[in-house]
């Protein structure tokens, strides 16, 4: 199998840009490609995908923007940036999807029970409440069997193309089984205690953790110097929710947003209340480094030498120069484990691996042959 081609270009308007990487294609290019932008195309995202429609009309572009964009051993932040891989499926191997999902269309339905075991690679907009609904009902669906990706990072507006371009909600692309992918996630949050017993909860409060006051349990934790000045642990603490029925510790990281000294409570970005336990975290940089060199290090094992045809990296908004520093380290970490291989992405607000909805992750997705 052929490696994917990826085109690159940076610093020139979006028309300019999608001309630009539209060089590096072949003038027949047919099937499915993936488009990642940096915000500062989020205002251009429309013009962008119509030059690339009307210069490659067999091609279905699926995609969407992030405050950085991911490229092999490398990031770009701050300014224009358009990234185009072709993967050279043909359109038997998957299926767009996009639009309204709160009905999912008979065909795809049909197509999904022909392909059991489908992979979905989707991107979703996190002004939009109804976007984790959807990745959990597509998660659900008979025929799907693992769903990733992320949430569109912008400080404009928020936009996707499945086809076409969305606004809202999720679209993206559903792979058959007979596209071999490998995939994983890396944290960058670390625990600083055990999970607890969530005894009591009321919408997004934690009241009660082992039958003892949440805010208790969460001083403990940080410490005597943290526990002085809660204000301290602002950006540096988390909660964690546990994910059940699973062997490898894994856990979803949540903002903490609010405590209650009064009422010993503490108040999260997620509902509670079917949650059955709740753990903080902090957020480091070195244990983030080392978490990303195990997860290579697992993904290097499973490859076993086979090739990587191109990939997919998603990062959360707070890693990259933020956690790892300014010279491209997250994405230079990733090339120096796994090698040469093209590669696309950007930086998400809100990642998605196997279905869930995941904060400051990192989520790697390749195409092996």
Known sequence: MQPFTLAWAEGKPPVELARACLEELPPDAAGLALVYATDALADGFAEVLATLRAARPQVDWVGTVGTGLCLPGREIYDRPALALLLTGLGRAHYRLLGGDLD???????????????????????????????????????????FVNGGLTASRSVHVQAAGVVHRGGLSGVLLSPSVELLTDHTQGCLPIGPPHALTEARGNLAVRLDGRPA??????????????????????????????????????????VGIDPQRQLVAIGDDLEDQ????????????????????????????????????????????????????????????????EFPLAGFFANGEIYNGRLYGYTGVLTLFVG
């Open 215 to 256: 805010l208790a349990v969460l001083r403990e934790e940080v410490g005597e110097v943290m526990a002085r000045d809660l204000a301290r642990i602002a950006g540096y603490v988390f909660a964690a929710l546990p994910v059940p029925r699973t062997d490898t510790g894994d856990y979803l990281v949540r903002n903490l």
């Open 103 to 145: 009905d999912f269309p008979p065909a795809l339905l049909e197509w999904c029970g022909e392909h059991a075991g489908a992979f979905a690679l989707v991107h979703g907009d996190p002004t939009d409440a109804t976007t984790p609904v959807l990745v959990q009902r597509l998660a659900a669906l008979d025929g799907v069997g």
């Open 276 to 339: 059955p336990q709740l753990m903080f975290c902090r957020r480091d940089g070195n244990t983030a480094r080392e978490d990303l060199e195990r997860m290579l290090q697992r993904v290097q094992r499973r490859l076993a030498g086979r090739p990587v045809r191109g990939g997919v990296y998603v990062s959360c908004v707070a890693r990259g120069r933020h956690q790892f520093g300014a010279n491209s380290e997250e994405l230079r970490a990733v090339h120096a484990a796994l090698g």
